[in-house]
Each structure stands twice: as C-alpha cells, then as structure tokens.
C-alpha cells in the first residue's frame, strides 16, 4: 500500500505545484471511502480533474417497457454504473410480457418476477448466475428453459394454469421446484 501510494504521489506531485493541493491529494488517497462518499462530485485541484465518477447506467436494449421500468428504478436505487452491479432484481406484478434484454444483467442471483404475464423463459438461460426464481401467478407454459439452468437452486413456478408440467426425471435434484396444482401428483 505504502509502495502504491508513492508512485501514485509521484505521478500526481507533477501536477500540484502547491503544498496544499499535495496534501489534499495525499489526504483523499490515504483516506479509503472519500471517493466512494463523493462518488457524485468530480474532484479537481489546480485545474485538474483527479476523479470524475462515472455515469449512472442506462438501461437500453430491453423491449418491455415495464421491465425497462423496473429495472431503471432497481439500478438507481444501488447506484449501478454497469449492468453487472445488479444482483438482485424484484419486478413484481409490474405488468411485464417480455424478458428480451434481460440476458445483459449477468450477474443477477436472484429474481423475483411473480404476478406478471410472462411466457417465454428461453432468455433466462443466459443469466448463468442465478440461484433463485419467482415466476408464480405468470403465463408461463414451458418451464424447461429454467429447468437447464446449472445454478438455479430454487424455482417458483406456482399458479402458472397453462404450465406443461415437467417429467420428474427433467428436474435436477439440487432444485427446489414449486409447481402449480395441476403438476402435482
């Protein structure tokens, strides 16, 4: 750390020609969180930009207005600067038809999408990191998309009416699956 803070001090020492821009430099490397507290200001000394944050990210490429929606309000409210910060996603009964766009947030472990009018599932596959997944009380008709998914360990396909209900020997054993009535056996 001692070694990394000279270099830094070095490079940035040609910069600041007064004792007291050195030492603001200095007290904002040595002080860990102040970036992160300001992380909304662009820092500048003697006329030089030492830290600009980055921009809020923007959600583009998701077809669904609703889920747009959501996820736009979802990323605000963690400060998300890339699609991959978001890790948790609860867009229920948010009037959501379509998934198209989601496969861009990678990251997302968990997901609760109940009492939507989703059907199609085909691009939750790509979300290798999910764990968990609320699809109850949706318009979902084949579950086997979801069922493929290594890392998925809990599913909630409940209150789906028109589900085909998956053979038995379709469902890892790893997987807790809530199935609607009518695949109950």
Same mark, same amino acid.
């Given at each position: 750390?001692?070694?990394?803070?000279?270099?830094?001090?070095?490079?940035?020492?040609?910069?600041?020609?007064?004792?007291?821009?050195?030492?603001?430099?200095?007290?904002?490397?040595?002080?860990?969180?102040?970036?992160?507290?300001?992380?909304?200001?662009?820092?500048?000394?003697?006329?030089?930009?030492?830290?600009?944050?980055?921009?809020?990210?923007?959600?583009?490429?998701?077809?669904?207005?609703?889920?747009?929606?959501?996820?736009?309000?979802?990323?605000?409210?963690?400060?998300?600067?890339?699609?991959?910060?978001?890790?948790?996603?609860?867009?229920?009964?948010?009037?959501?038809?379509?998934?198209?766009?989601?496969?861009?947030?990678?990251?997302?472990?968990?997901?609760?999408?109940?009492?939507?009018?989703?059907?199609?599932?085909?691009?939750?596959?790509? &979300?290798?990191? /999910? $764990?968990?997944?609320?699809?109850?009380?949706?318009?979902?008709? @084949? *579950?086997?998309? =979801?069922? +493929?998914?290594?890392? &998925?360990?809990? /599913? $909630?396909?409940?209150?789906?009416?028109?589900?085909?209900?998956? @053979? *038995?020997?379709? =469902?890892? +054993?790893?997987?807790? &699956?809530?199935?609607? $009535?009518?695949?109950?056996?």
């Amino acid at each position: 750390m001692i070694d990394f803070l000279r270099r830094v001090n070095s490079y940035y020492m040609k910069l600041f020609e007064t004792e007291s821009a050195r030492a603001l430099l200095i007290a904002l490397l040595m002080s860990g969180t102040s970036c992160a507290e300001l992380g909304q200001y662009d820092i500048t000394v003697n006329n030089v930009t030492v830290y600009e944050p980055s921009a809020p990210y923007t959600v583009s490429g998701v077809k669904d207005s609703a889920l747009t929606a959501c996820l736009t309000q979802s990323l605000l409210d963690i400060d998300a600067r890339m699609p991959t910060d978001l890790v948790s996603l609860n867009c229920s009964d948010a009037g959501i038809q379509s998934l198209a766009g989601l496969e861009q947030f990678t990251q997302i472990q968990s997901m609760e999408l109940s009492s939507n009018d989703i059907r199609n599932l085909l691009v939750l596959e790509r &979300l290798t990191a /999910l $764990n968990q997944l609320w699809l109850d009380n949706n318009d979902v008709v @084949d *579950p086997i998309p =979801v069922l +493929r998914m290594i890392a &998925l360990k809990e /599913l $909630n396909l409940a209150g789906n009416p028109r589900l085909q209900c998956p @053979d *038995p020997e379709d =469902v890892p +054993r790893h997987l807790s &699956l809530n199935l609607p $009535n009518h695949c109950k056996r």
